[in-house]
């Protein structure tokens, strides 16, 4: 299966059926987003985040929203 074929075949959809998938591709999209934020914390790619947080209290350097 080639990207243009699968953009024939979205372009063939109906407005419901044109909903139905945007609503599912979107869900994966967010899926895959979230699954690799986890994979990126567990492998201590986002320690430093914590840290920059932590920082930032300990300097009162945060502000209320």
Partial sequence: MTVESIQTAIESL???ELA???AWFEQRD???WDDQIEA???A????FLVQEAKRAVSN???QDL
């Fill in 30 to 32: 967010w899926q895959q």
């Fill in 60 to 62: 009162d350097e945060l």
């Fill in 20 to 22: 139905r998938f945007r």
């Fill in 14 to 16: 109906s407005a419901e």
């Fill in 40 to 42: 990126d914390s567990a």
């Fill in 44 to 47: 201590g790619k986002l320690d």
